[in-house]
């Protein structure tokens, strides 16, 4: 929930001073194909918690989505470097967009998530309720993101098995 200029200051201080992050001035969601081995050496390279987030996807997934020379102009999407953080030296500040960067940047190399959606219409004395519901069948790479709320999506998400639902 930073402001633009609050994030653009501390994704410059870990590009500059700390050699964490690519060029945060651009925004481009792309990467070029030849960095496909340079983003897997980053990947195998990121401490904990993000090694064991990377560990779970090995051999890595391709992210094919994320790797598109034609969509990009003069920069490349903001990714981790190969330098080893340290990240007791950075701020609280930095070390949540560092975060956000990394498990962009993982999440891009798992599998998708997929759900059934289930929608029932039941009508009781003329009135209609209508009831939603979402069952993961893969958490894909909201896995990245587990405990974290998702405030765009206040559903409930169940895992479960759905019973067969008939008319009457």
Same mark, same amino acid.
């Given at each position: 929930?930073?402001?633009?200029?609050?994030? @653009?200051? &501390?994704?410059?201080? &870990?590009?500059?001073?700390?050699? @964490? +992050?690519?060029?945060?001035?651009?925004?481009?969601?792309?990467?070029?194909?030849?960095?496909?081995?340079?983003?897997?050496?980053?990947?195998?390279?990121?401490?904990?918690?993000?090694?064991?987030?990377?560990?779970?996807?090995?051999? +890595?997934?391709?992210?094919?989505?994320?790797?598109?020379?034609?969509?990009?102009?003069?920069?490349?999407?903001?990714?981790?470097?190969?330098?080893?953080?340290? +990240?007791?030296?950075?701020?609280?500040?930095?070390?949540?967009?560092?975060?956000?960067?990394?498990?962009? +940047?993982?999440?891009?190399?798992?599998?998708?998530?997929?759900?059934?959606? @289930?929608?029932?219409?039941?009508?009781?004395?003329?009135?209609?309720?209508?009831?939603?519901?979402?069952?993961?069948?893969?958490? %894909?790479?909201?896995?990245?993101?587990? %405990?974290?709320?998702?405030?765009?999506?206040?559903?409930?998400?169940?895992?479960?098995? &759905?019973?067969?639902?008939?008319? %009457?």
């Amino acid at each position: 929930s930073y402001s633009a200029e609050k994030t @653009l200051s &501390l994704a410059q201080a &870990l590009y500059e001073r700390h050699k @964490l +992050l690519t060029y945060p001035r651009t925004d481009s969601r792309y990467l070029p194909d030849d960095m496909k081995p340079k983003i897997a050496s980053t990947l195998c390279r990121l401490p904990e918690p993000y090694k064991s987030l990377v560990d779970q996807v090995k051999p +890595l997934a391709t992210a094919e989505r994320i790797y598109d020379n034609t969509k990009i102009s003069d920069h490349h999407a903001i990714v981790p470097t190969e330098k080893q953080p340290v +990240l007791d030296t950075l701020t609280q500040e930095e070390k949540n967009i560092y975060d956000m960067v990394c498990r962009r +940047l993982i999440a891009n190399h798992y599998p998708a998530y997929e759900y059934d959606a @289930l929608s029932i219409v039941t009508e009781c004395e003329n009135e209609h309720f209508k009831t939603s519901l979402n069952n993961v069948v893969r958490e %894909g790479w909201k896995a990245v993101y587990a %405990g974290e709320k998702d405030e765009k999506d206040d559903k409930a998400e169940l895992t479960l098995h &759905l019973p067969e639902v008939k008319n %009457g």
